[in-house]
């Protein structure tokens, strides 16, 4: 098995427990959840060359309470 690399990452108060909550409902952790968003969004990329969304350098809005 590939060895992985760790780095450092940052994220807002509110994107983490958007992404955290959305681990739990998929039963994964919250760095399993990153991996597997980051592996998704590469596999589209390579699929046909384009990032999943047309606004991926907008800042996301979170309709979080």
């Known amino acids: 098995m590939a060895e992985k690399k760790q780095i450092?990452?940052?994220l807002s108060e509110k994107l983490y427990s958007a992404i955290?909550?959305?681990a739990e409902d998929d039963f994964r952790s919250v760095n399993g959840?990153?991996?597997y968003l980051l592996t998704e969004c590469v596999k589209?990329?390579?699929k046909d060359g384009k990032?999943?969304?047309q606004d991926i350098d907008k800042p996301p809005?979170?309709?979080i309470k």
């Open 33 to 35: 959840q990153i991996e």
């Open 44 to 46: 589209q990329r390579k």
């Open 20 to 22: 955290a909550a959305w």
């Open 8 to 10: 450092p990452l940052r």
């Open 61 to 63: 809005e979170f309709d």
């Open 51 to 53: 990032y999943v969304g």
